[in-house]
T-cell receptor, first 113, second 111 residues
């Protein structure tokens, strides 16, 4: 199993550009989530999904969209990038629910200039 | 609301013990502990559930005080490999699927 994979590893965007961060897992996990990590702020939940077709907002959802059309994939879309979205983004998955251990992907480092 | 972790940072010598605390102003349903090494993804350590159930590593111990709304992670006889940032995540109800993380505790173990 590859586990949780994220692409790209690094990305530089200009203000106003849009892009999609990809996240995939091959463990047939129901629960998937996106976090952003900024220095001194810890991990902040952006969006999460409890299964295909079901998504919900986390702590900091503004400026981001998600969809979950398959169990495996959970892409994160930045609609119009802003410098405040410069961060490291982690995708995670768990077998059933948030009761379970979350497996994190390697992260995407995004810089918005 | 983000849980508060203390201390913010701690430096140990190999073999020493440490306690990392996580507290919340809201009632806790479960507390989740993760460790992140520099430049890597967070890795699961333990989940403590309301009612006393625990899931996680056998070599890691933790407590969950529901009345005080806090949890503590106990690192005994520390090894160099224990170095990293420790995060607690809190869940505030059985129906919620949101896990809210604290800002982390940096642990450095020196030879």
């Amino acid at each position: 199993n590859a586990g949780v994979t994220q692409t790209p590893k690094f990305q530089v965007l200009k203000t106003g550009q849009s892009m999609t961060l990809q996240c995939a897992q091959d463990m047939n996990h129901e629960y998937m989530s996106w976090y952003r990590q900024d220095p001194g702020m810890g991990l902040r939940l952006i969006h999460y999904s409890v299964g295909a077709g079901i998504t919900d907002q986390g702590e900091v959802p503004n400026g981001y969209n998600v969809s979950r059309s398959t169990t495996e994939d959970f892409p994160l879309r930045l609609l119009s990038a802003a410098p405040s979205q410069t961060s490291v983004y982690f995708c995670a998955s768990a077998p059933g629910s948030i009761f379970d251990e979350q497996y994190f992907g390697p992260g995407t480092r995004l810089t918005v200039t | 609301q983000q849980p508060v972790q203390s201390p913010q940072a701690v430096i140990l010598r190999e073999g020493e013990d440490a306690v990392i605390n996580c507290s919340s102003s809201k009632a806790l349903y479960s507390v989740h502990w993760y460790r992140q090494k520099h430049g890597e993804a967070p890795v699961f350590l333990m989940i403590l559930l309301k009612g006393g159930e625990q899931k996680g590593h056998e070599k890691i111990s933790a407590s969950f005080n529901e009345k005080k709304q806090q949890s503590s992670l106990y690192l005994t006889a520390s090894q160099l490999s224990y170095s990293g940032t420790y995060f607690c995540g809190t869940r505030h109800g059985g129906a919620t699927n949101k896990l809210i993380f604290g800002t982390g505790t940096l642990l450095a173990v020196q030879p």
